[in-house]
């Protein structure tokens, strides 16, 4: 089990997806980035033994926000049954890079006590097949709870309106799990990534583009209390014959 410590404050987000290159990586350092700017400095996990979010950080220029890294590679879990994370006392956020090789078994450890769990899907159709196995494997495997809201897809490197696309989107509506943010193909993505930044921290002209739909990522990710709450409220009153829940979230309308 991947646990965290145990503070009502700290956020763990995971991001995962067996599939490799789907933009793991590329998404965890982004959001990274992003809780940097807005501080307290965030924590950023690297569990795949590549590195590469570590790499990332090593390229960060000493003048940005600062992110706590931790290559948590070198204590996976092999032969233990759990692994606990280590933060900052004042890190309130807690970003977990995976490696694409995660077996099924691993998943309900590795997404134990998760605020918020992103799986990025690219939209080809091998992509979108394992991807909808993967997020089948997470409700049946992993026992998450779909009411518990943690759950979110993100399109990456898509064109909206193309024929993968629209197979993502009824696949997921299907399975009632939200695609908060669909992320184009961009050159930006790379050169963020080339010089430990995230976009949000790119000259605004050049990420027009790309910073409204990475902000729909945020804002969902800054809703997780919310979303707790929800699913908790949710759940003491669905026994109640008839009973639909007015909570916050619902009343306004979000996912
Ligand atoms: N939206 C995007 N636009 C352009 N390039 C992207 C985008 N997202 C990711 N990439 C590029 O695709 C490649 C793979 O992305 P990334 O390393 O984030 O995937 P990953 O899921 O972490 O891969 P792995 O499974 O190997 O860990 C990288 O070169 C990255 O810069
Ligand atoms: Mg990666």
Redesign the pocket.
């Known amino acids: 089990m991947l646990i965290a410590p145990d503070r009502g404050n700290l956020h763990k987000i995971v991001v995962l997806?067996p599939?490799?290159?789907?933009?793991?990586?590329?998404?965890a350092t982004n959001i990274a980035a992003y809780y940097a700017v807005r501080g307290p400095a965030p924590t950023l996990v690297d569990f795949?033994p590549?590195g590469?979010s570590m790499r990332w950080l090593d390229k960060r220029p000493g003048n940005r926000p600062q992110i706590h890294g931790s290559g948590a590679y070198q204590q996976t879990m092999q032969g233990r049954d759990t692994v606990h994370l280590q933060t900052r006392p004042e890190t309130e956020t807690l970003i977990i890079?995976l490696?694409?090789a995660v077996s099924p078994d691993e998943l309900q450890d590795i997404t134990y006590d998760a605020g918020s769990i992103l799986v990025?899907v690219l939209p080809s159709e091998i992509d979108i097949h394992c991807a909808s196995r993967f997020v089948a494997e997470l409700l049946l495997v992993a026992q998450i709870d779909r009411r518990n809201r943690q759950l979110a897809v993100i399109a990456?490197?898509t064109r909206q309106n193309t024929r993968s696309y629209g197979m993502l989107m009824r696949f997921l509506t299907s399975l009632r799990i939200p695609v908060i943010a669909v992320?184009?193909?961009?050159?930006?993505?790379?050169h963020a990534?080339g010089q430990g930044i995230g976009i949000c921290e790119m000259p605004a002209y050049k990420v027009g583009k790309d910073m409204p739909q990475l902000k729909l990522i945020f804002n969902w990710l800054d809703q997780w209390r919310m979303r707790q709450l929800d699913a908790a409220t949710s759940s003491r009153f669905e026994h109640l014959p008839g009973a639909q829940v007015l909570t916050p979230a619902n009343h306004q309308g979000r996912h």
Do not use: E, I, M
């Open positions: 997806n599939k490799g290159g789907c933009g793991k990586t590329t998404l795949d590549q590469f890079d490696p694409a990025p990456n490197r992320l184009r193909d961009s050159q930006n993505y790379v990534a």
